[in-house]
């Protein structure tokens, strides 16, 4: 076989082996509420960002090597996430969308054409940190790829991709995300169930000195005007074991062992970030999708966060309603919530943020990373335990 066949050969069999078997493997695993822990709220058919119809989500996966940091070579702890609001159409259908960043130590790109435009066109890609301009150059390939720019003369794209980073797990310098990582992450985008912990952008994330990384939660809002579906995908990497707080128990304080980066010399300081993407199928334009998007600091709130000066939190909110809303010609006839209305669509985000970033601890798995840095997992049991103490496990 040749080098370069040999590459080829290499790369699907990763792809093959770090992205595929998700699907199946985190249909078994428990998750937040299985576990007992108690959240306000009734939850869509999949507890996931995919209750809202037309949302996809895929991932890609890549984990390789172990021992000793060798930049460019390993040990790799890293991926990518696409979310796509209105499936494989979401290229050529914009989303009415809105952001916030409660703290800006990261990034997010494509957001000032967001705040300008009041519309998300594409997906909301998440990576790590050094590897958002491959990942922004790839998705604008992936559209030249399927026919883009179109004939009509749509030259040009501003894609979201956002951060968090997993340098401590992973060989962040050795820039091992590739164009086709993306690529694979959109392509295998799927309704359903979706995969959570250490998968996609998530691999190498710590959340609260656990082992951190995706999560999800959705919440069913009924009105008078009909049922709604308010969702949340998390990719957290944020905050120190003390801070963290589920279901009002100082979990993180009853649970003080093996913190991550207790040999580091930034042990003492906040650091970390998170991604949070909300998408719901009510009627929302774009200033009201802002307003959304502010609220998942609340959420964040809940579990203890207090957005320190070294984290990156930034979050972005999209409505799936209004299709077409986006045409050049004509005027277009839109829907929209009442703002007397939108109390319930704020609680609803609130609420699946909290679930989502616990239920992200709870799928992740201990992983040792470059250095052997080792992070453990949330237990399970020893979290049931707490719970039980302070009288909030559910039966």
Same mark, same amino acid.
């Given at each position: 076989?040749?080098?370069?066949?040999?590459?080829?050969?290499?790369?699907?069999?990763?792809?093959?082996?770090?992205?595929?078997?998700?699907?199946?493997?985190?249909?078994?695993?428990?998750?937040?509420?299985?576990?007992?822990? *108690?959240?306000?709220?009734?939850?869509?058919?999949?507890?996931?960002?995919?209750?809202?119809?037309?949302?996809?989500?895929?991932?890609?996966?890549?984990?390789?090597?172990?021992?000793?940091?060798?930049?460019?070579?390993?040990?790799?702890?890293?991926?990518?996430?696409?979310?796509?609001?209105?499936?494989?159409?979401?290229?050529?259908?914009?989303?009415?969308?809105?952001?916030?960043?409660?703290?800006?130590?990261?990034?997010?790109?494509?957001?000032?054409?967001?705040?300008?435009?009041?519309?998300?066109?594409?997906?909301?890609?998440?990576?790590?940190?050094?590897?958002?301009?491959?990942?922004?150059?790839?998705?604008?390939?992936?559209?030249?790829?399927?026919?883009?720019?179109? *004939?009509?003369?749509?030259?040009?794209?501003?894609?979201?991709?956002?951060?968090?980073?997993?340098?401590?797990?992973?060989?962040?310098?050795?820039?091992?995300?590739? +164009?086709?990582?993306?690529?694979?992450?959109?392509?295998?985008?799927?309704?359903?169930?979706?995969?959570?912990?250490?998968?996609?952008?998530?691999?190498?994330?710590?959340?609260?000195?656990?082992?951190?990384?995706?999560?999800?939660?959705?919440?069913?809002?009924?009105?008078?005007?009909?049922?709604?579906?308010?969702?949340?995908?998390?990719?957290?990497?944020?905050?120190?074991?003390?801070?963290?707080?589920?279901?009002?128990?100082?979990?993180?304080?009853?649970?003080?062992?093996?913190?991550?980066?207790?040999?580091?010399?930034?042990?003492?300081?906040?650091?970390?970030?998170?991604?949070?993407?909300?998408?719901?199928?009510?009627?929302?334009?774009?200033?009201?999708?802002?307003?959304?998007?502010?609220?998942?600091?609340?959420?964040?709130?809940?579990?203890?966060?207090?957005?320190?000066?070294?984290?990156?939190?930034?979050?972005?909110?999209?409505?799936?309603?209004?299709?077409?809303?986006?045409?050049?010609?004509?005027?277009?006839?839109?829907?929209?919530? +009442?703002?007397?209305?939108?109390?319930?669509?704020?609680?609803?985000?609130?609420?699946?943020?909290?679930?989502?970033?616990?239920?992200?601890?709870?799928?992740?798995?201990?992983?040792?990373?470059?250095?052997?840095?080792?992070?453990?997992?949330?237990?399970?049991?020893?979290?049931?335990?707490?719970?039980?103490?302070?009288?909030?496990?559910?039966?």
């Amino acid at each position: 076989m040749s080098r370069l066949g040999l590459r080829i050969f290499l790369f699907l069999f990763s792809i093959f082996c770090f992205a595929f078997p998700a699907n199946a493997q985190e249909k078994a695993k428990p998750r937040a509420r299985d576990l007992g822990v *108690p959240f306000d709220g009734a939850p869509g058919p999949n507890n996931a960002i995919t209750d809202v119809p037309g949302v996809l989500v895929g991932h890609t996966t890549i984990i390789s090597g172990e021992g000793k940091l060798q930049v460019g070579k390993g040990p790799v702890r890293t991926g990518v996430t696409a979310i796509l609001p209105r499936g494989k159409n979401s290229m050529n259908d914009p989303v009415f969308a809105g952001w916030f960043s409660q703290n800006g130590n990261g990034e997010m790109t494509g957001t000032t054409w967001v705040e300008e435009s009041g519309f998300l066109e594409g997906p909301v890609m998440i990576t790590n940190t050094h590897s958002v301009g491959v990942v922004r150059d790839a998705v604008i390939q992936w559209r030249v790829n399927h026919g883009q720019p179109d *004939p009509t003369g749509y030259w040009w794209s501003l894609p979201v991709v956002a951060e968090t980073w997993d340098g401590w797990l992973n060989d962040i310098n050795g820039f091992h995300v590739k +164009p086709e990582h993306a690529f694979h992450a959109i392509d295998t985008a799927h309704s359903g169930a979706v995969e959570e912990g250490a998968v996609g952008g998530g691999t190498g994330m710590i959340c609260n000195e656990f082992k951190g990384g995706i999560g999800t939660s959705s919440r069913v809002v009924k009105l008078a005007e009909g049922s709604f579906t308010v969702a949340a995908l998390v990719q957290c990497n944020y905050g120190r074991r003390s801070q963290l707080r589920i279901a009002g128990v100082p979990v993180g304080k009853e649970i003080p062992e093996d913190a991550a980066y207790a040999t580091s010399s930034f042990s003492d300081a906040e650091r970390g970030s998170i991604i949070v993407v909300i998408a719901t199928d009510a009627p929302l334009l774009s200033h009201q999708l802002k307003r959304l998007a502010r609220r998942v600091s609340l959420g964040l709130g809940r579990d203890g966060s207090i957005s320190g000066n070294g984290s990156g939190d930034i979050f972005i909110a999209f409505s799936t309603a209004n299709p077409g809303a986006n045409e050049e010609k004509g005027i277009a006839d839109l829907k929209m919530f +009442p703002n007397e209305q939108l109390d319930a669509v704020f609680g609803a985000t609130v609420q699946s943020v909290e679930e989502a970033i616990v239920n992200a601890m709870v799928a992740a798995e201990t992983m040792t990373g470059i250095e052997n840095h080792r992070v453990i997992a949330l237990d399970h049991e020893k979290l049931r335990a707490v719970l039980k103490k302070y009288n909030r496990l559910n039966p």
